[in-house]
């Protein structure tokens, strides 16, 4: 070392002393000391005591030295370059000294450093060692060979660019990790990873150079043909077919969805006609108006009607019967849909009929029963046909102003509306009934019954139906376009059925406080006034709704 | 301005090619679009190699034989027959889903690497392509395996280190960590090392060392340390 490089340090250092006593008068730096001249002289007054036997244990030695050579690498390594006073930049930089002397200059008081802790080492620890002199002179040059490996590190990471540096230190930190782990085993028997990592499943983690072979014939794969085998024998592996099937289906569905996927026709211009065409369907549908575009019937126009029935708000019965005969496609589907319902029907009764004319024997009381019950059926076609004729306010809805110009009562109105659905459907009902007469035996009590109690049915079908296209008519005048919700289909649905509550529970009730032959007749009479007064309040109610309307347009 | 031709080769000659040429190979898979057969190719080879390697190898015929014999010396009911009728299902299905899982989580680990250790961005679906074309390093691997256990008689001779130390304990670590040196392991890791060089853009020296620190390094310590 230069010798005016060590006249430098030698002042510095003295500097540095000085500048240390003067410090002690601060309390803090005094405080400081103390702590630090306490702990030692607790330290060097329990030296002798077993539990420092213990840190020069070698396995702990053997831990100390990698984690110094290690920790000193690092520090180096992410230091990148070495640390200079700015003095020293400013002058020993600028003098005629080589890089070793600059070197020496900078490590010398890593020496001292070195030299001091190993005379603590020594002083504390030599009652516990066989080689006192030996272990503290090792642990000195261990030290300085640190601080050696600090300095490398330090000047070769700030030789290096920042990426490659970025790199290096991930490798350190991996290699670091690696050699702490294997310590650990070795030394303290610790066992950081868990035994299964060792098993040939956990080896799959490190496909394609997996033991595949293995994997395939392991343990697991015994067990879990053993359970599959158990389950077949005690009859419980009824579940594998189910999945087997759920897994095809899935393969088919991941194959056709890939198929779909791969296909390379332009999808835009196609949609965009049926969107456009679909959305004019919803809108025309949302409007009450027929679903087929305006201009595909090209029907011929009406001659004005001479009955007197059609005058007045029977003009409208009038229209809707013409609206209801151009509308032959539904009228076709609801002629369908009710052959086949009322065929399914009557075949259960031509089988019934066939197995008594075969010699068959059933009461002519249940016979009754199966009649009524058929009638029933009937009875609930209308639940399906209402549907079907929308020549109602589902398309009149759109009209509502123009209807409250017209010289007509609104309970007029709304009769002239419910008229053509209603006997429509009774009309779809006729065909059905007339064929049941045929085969049942069919009393006047019947008849009756059947002649009052289905118009009872549809109008107050049609009527509950209207209700909800009358609100929903009143909500588009009023600007809110949106459509009924699906819980506002439900209710209607459900109002569907309650409106027949009242009359069924009345006639109930009547059958069980009345006895004799006539109790039948007053719990049915019971039925029709109580179901037709339900009928009654159903039309005021639209019609009074209908009188209202302007004053829900004007708010 | 020149315009560069790109070759465009099947799914099977990259296949073959990888063995010889992994490099071409690797380079053509990063410059092209996505195309996942060059994963499930592969992959599905293998599945398939593995399942036939067993089926009709001596690895199969050892376990299969354990399985029943155990189960059938205990079971009066025989139910020695059914576990021969499962195992195979059983085995196939492990092997699906090692293989598949597998290689998903080789991909991961590959991104992860490049990701963060190495700080480039790539596409994890490159990746996975290959890794899966790296896996028919492995399907030449279960052939060669299976031939040498035949060859040898014993189930557990494979071309590795472990086939030199003589009659040694199955078992212990030392056996699986020389087990580890199989020589179609080192390759198909030489492989990966080369595709994600190609991938990352870095020197091969620099992936080499990721890919054989996770696939070498981290495999020999588990089995020590575990």
Known sequence: ?555 | MKEQEHIQTTTWARMLNVLVFPGDVFEEVVSAPLRLVNWRAPTLLVVLVTIISIQFGPFGASFGANLCGTNSTSDPFGRGDLLAAWWPVASSLNIFAAAFGGSIWSAFVLWFIGRVFLGVRFSWLKTLEIVGLSGTVLTLGLIVTSLTAAIFGDIHACPAFSLFPGKLDSATALFQAFGAFDLFYIWSTAVMAIGLSKLSGVSVKESAFWVFSYWFAIRIGLIILA
């Open chain 1, 1 to 555: 070392m230069n010798p005016a490089l060590l006249y430098l340090s030698a002042t510095l250092l003295k500097g540095r002393a000085r500048q240390f006593v003067r410090n002690l008068r601060r309390p803090t730096t005094a405080t400081g000391f103390a702590s630090v001249v306490l702990a030692f002289g607790v330290l060097f007054h329990f030296r002798r005591a077993s539990g420092f036997g213990d840190v020069v244990r070698p396995q702990v030695l053997v831990g100390a030295c990698l984690a110094m050579l290690g920790g000193s690498f690092f520090k180096g390594f992410l230091q990148r370059g070495l640390v200079f006073e700015l003095a020293d930049v400013e002058f020993v930089f600028t003098s005629p000294f080589s890089k070793q002397q600059v070197l020496f200059y900078q490590l010398l008081p890593g020496y001292l450093y070195a030299l001091a802790q190993s005379a603590a080492f020594f002083v504390l620890f030599e009652s516990h060692l066989t080689h006192p002199v030996i272990v503290s002179l090792s642990l000195l040059l261990l030290q300085i060979a640190c601080f050696h490996i600090a300095t490398g590190a330090a000047i070769f990471a700030g030789s290096i660019s920042d990426e490659a540096h970025h790199r290096l230190k991930w490798m350190l930190l991996f290699f670091y990790f690696m050699i702490a782990a294997l310590y650990l085993r070795k030394a303290w028997d610790l066992r950081l990873v868990p035994a299964f990592m060792n098993s040939p499943l956990a080896q799959g983690f490190f496909y394609p150079a997996a033991p595949l072979l293995d994997i395939g014939t392991c343990p697991f794969v015994g067990r879990w043909s053993t359970c599959l085998a158990n389950h077949e024998f005690a009859g419980t592996g009824d579940l594998l077919p189910p999945l087997a099937y759920l897994f095809l289906f899935g393969i088919a569905t991941l194959t056709t969805l890939a198929s779909v996927l791969r296909l390379n026709a332009d999808i835009f211009e196609p949609s965009l006609a049926t969107t456009t065409a679909l959305e004019e369907r919803r809108s025309r549908l949302r409007q009450g108006r027929s679903a087929a575009a305006a201009g595909e019937h090209g029907s011929r126009s009406l001659a004005l009607p001479k009955v007197l029935l059609f005058r007045g708000g029977g003009a409208i019965v009038w229209k809707n019967l013409a609206v209801a005969l151009r509308s032959r496609r539904q009228l076709l589907l609801a002629a369908t849909f009710t052959s086949i319902y009322t065929g399914f029907l009557l075949a259960l009764r031509w089988i019934l009929h066939r197995e008594l004319a075969d010699g068959g024997e059933l009461m002519a009381s249940e016979l009754r029963d199966f009649d009524k019950g058929i009638a029933g059926m009937l009875a609930a076609l209308v639940f399906f046909l209402q549907r079907a004729f929308p020549f109602d306010l589902r398309r009149d809805g759109q009209h509502l102003v123009q209807f409250r110009t017209l010289p007509v009562s609104p309970l007029m109105l709304v009769l002239a509306e419910l008229a053509v659905p209603t006997l429509l459907c009774l009309l779809f009902q006729a065909g059905g009934i007339a064929v049941l007469f045929l085969f049942a035996q069919v009393d006047l009590r019947m008849a009756l019954l059947v002649l009052l109690a289905f118009p009872a049915v549809a109008l107050a079908l049609n009527a509950v139906w209207n209700l909800h296209y009358l609100l929903a008519a009143l909500r588009r005048a009023g600007n809110r376009t949106e459509s009924a919700g699906p819980v506002t289909m439900v209710m209607v649905v459900a109002l569907s059925f309650l409106v027949f509550y009242p009359a069924g529970w009345l006639a109930i009730e009547v059958g069980r406080h009345t006895f004799g032959p006539s109790s039948e007749v007053i719990a049915t009479m019971a039925w029709l006034a109580v179901q037709y007064s339900v009928d009654v309040l159903l039309v005021l109610l639209l019609a009074n709704l209908f009188q209202r309307f302007e004053v829900a347009r004007d708010s």
